[in-house]
């Protein structure tokens, strides 16, 4: 199943309830939410309150991406204000294991993010434990920067990977993605599409509306090659 996962970071704030709320009513599933820490990234954006706000009238899955220094200290706080998953850089934990099994501890489903610069054989001994990856097609800190063209080959050696494992862990992908570049990232293995500007910038169901052709496209194309 593709989902395409909206990011608020490039959301309208002064009326993020109601963008929120044409989100979800165009059938979208999951809200991608990007927390900053000004240490792990360059910069600062929202916390745990913003998200403990927006959760009292979205039933959308919060998908909860954390861009901070040793995220284990924060997990709790972020599961009490409503995340659904929680994703954390693998480059930010000093212990990866220990972290992933707090998350699951705490009931949620758990994703780990590779910057762009991160080798896959950093999942190695931790693959068969979490739901998701997520790729960074680009430098983590900033919305609306240009999609990194080597990620494709990154997918599609994931995708391999967890297939060749028999696994069922969902490959995300974030950062510059538009309705020109999404296509070859689905052809490439992923099924979870993060995006912010391309969403948000202009008229928002529009926006969501055209991922959902590009989507539908490709399913298509995808059960006409396996017949
Ligand atoms: C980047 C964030 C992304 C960002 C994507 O650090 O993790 O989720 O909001 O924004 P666009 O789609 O504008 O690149
Ligand atoms: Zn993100």
Do not use: W
Not at 24 to 31: P, V
Not at 79 to 89: E, F, N, Q, V
Not at 127 to 145: A, C, F, K, R, T
Request: charged letters at 25%; a negative charge; glycine letters at 6%.
């Amino acid at each position: 199943m593709i989902k395409l996962a909206p990011s608020i970071l490039a959301a309208d704030f002064r009326d993020l309830g109601n963008q929120i709320k044409i989100i979800e009513d165009s059938g979208i599933r999951y809200l991608h939410i990007d927390v900053m820490d000004g240490m792990y990234v360059p910069s600062i954006s929202f916390g745990a309150p913003i998200i403990s706000s927006i959760r009292k009238t979205s039933n959308l899955i919060f998908d909860v991406h954390l861009m901070v220094e040793e995220p284990i200290r924060l997990i709790k706080e972020f599961a009490d204000a409503g995340a659904d998953i929680i994703t954390i850089h693998a480059e930010a934990c000093k212990h990866l294991n220990r972290t992933v099994n707090y998350i699951k501890e705490l009931g949620l489903k758990v994703g780990i993010s590779l910057n762009p610069s991160t080798p896959l054989n950093i999942l190695e001994y931790v693959l068969e434990d979490i739901d998701m990856v997520l790729i960074m097609s680009v430098n983590p800190g900033y919305g609306g920067q240009k999609f990194i063209n080597n990620s494709l080959e990154k997918i599609s050696q994931l995708k391999n990977k967890i297939d060749s494992m028999s696994l069922n862990i969902d490959i995300e992908v974030d950062g510059g993605i538009t309705q020109e570049n999404v296509e070859e990232i689905l052809n490439a293995g992923a099924n979870i599409i993060v995006s912010g500007t391309a969403v948000f910038k202009g008229d928002i169901k529009e926006n969501i509306n055209s991922f959902n052709n590009i989507f539908n496209k490709n399913i298509l194309a995808r059960e006409k090659q396996d017949e």
